[in-house]
């Protein structure tokens, strides 16, 4: 008898094992989505992305970093241009052997894409004169490729990458001084709520003196939890009443949609 139970123990064991091999397997499965498949999916997020690398034919060169606060702004900018793009229908001519601009993207699983203007080649004298289509990209992942058209970005790798800031604007700084000084008024129980903080002021009746401000900011700590609530909240600041706070509000596990929303600053 003895021996039966160690034979059905073993083969417990046995099933066990596999259904741990068999959920493992489906979960790197899962997990090896390709890029190309996301991004047609519109499932890409920007904290999937580690960094990128800007260069283009002149050797201007510039990184931009998931790590840095700041620069973590443009990876947001970016993926938001990307899952506002379209598929554009028709051959993919081969890409410039040195494009003007490329921009490589290194995700967290180390995949390198690389996106550059998209060219239409012909032959001319001889030889083949290749001239970028105005609005339009290629998309590479290994040796698989897409063409996008997306004005934004298209611009953004042209130029618009080297006038980035490398730090807040004023009215910036002054946007997140204002919030500070309202949060205070709210206690310590809020004071994790400064994570993209947006202001928006009005005149009381046209009096320059007296303004209602509404305020909404996202929790810091939703950047290492995953999940992100998001923090509204109204004041009257009169300098004749002084602060008066009303309609504190917070929204619990937010959308990705109104996540970017709250922290884009671009068009």
């Given at each position: 008898m003895r021996k039966y139970h160690v034979v059905i123990l073993f083969l417990i064991g046995c099933l066990l094992h596999s259904s741990s091999?068999?959920?493992?397997?489906?979960?790197?499965?899962?997990?090896?989505?390709?890029?190309l498949e996301q991004l047609m999916a519109h499932t890409i997020k920007h904290d999937e992305v580690q960094t990128i690398k800007m260069e283009n034919d002149l050797g201007q060169q510039r990184e931009f970093s998931i790590t840095d606060g700041f620069q973590e702004r443009v990876l947001r900018k970016v993926v938001h241009w990307l899952h506002h793009s379209s598929q554009v229908k028709g051959t993919i001519e081969v890409s410039v052997r040195n494009p003007a601009n490329r921009m490589t993207l290194t995700m967290v699983n180390k995949e390198v894409i690389t996106i550059e203007p998209a060219y239409t080649c012909a032959a001319a004298d001889k030889r083949q004169i290749c001239t970028a289509k105005d609005g339009e990209l290629i998309v590479s992942e290994n040796n698989l490729k897409i063409r996008l058209k997306s004005q934004p970005?298209?611009?953004?790798?042209?130029?618009?990458?080297?006038?980035e800031l490398d730090g807040p604007t004023k009215e910036e700084l002054l946007e997140e001084?204002?919030?500070?000084?309202?949060?205070?008024?709210?206690?310590?129980?809020?004071?994790d709520f400064f994570m993209c903080p947006k202001i928006r002021i009005e005149p009381i009746d046209g009096d320059p003196r007296r303004h209602l401000?509404?305020?909404?900011?996202?929790?810091?700590?939703?950047?290492?939890g995953g999940n992100f609530d998001k923090l509204t909240f109204s004041v009257s600041d009169s300098n004749l009443t002084g602060l008066q706070v009303t309609n504190v509000k917070i929204d619990k596990h937010i959308s990705q949609d109104e996540i970017e929303k709250q922290c884009q600053s671009f068009d």
């Open positions: 091999q068999m959920a493992e397997a489906k979960k790197n499965a899962n997990q090896q989505v390709s890029f970005l298209y611009d953004w790798l042209a130029v618009g990458w080297r006038n001084a204002l919030f500070t000084r309202y949060l205070n008024e709210l206690g310590p129980a809020y004071s401000i509404f305020a909404s900011a996202l929790n810091y700590s939703g950047h290492h």
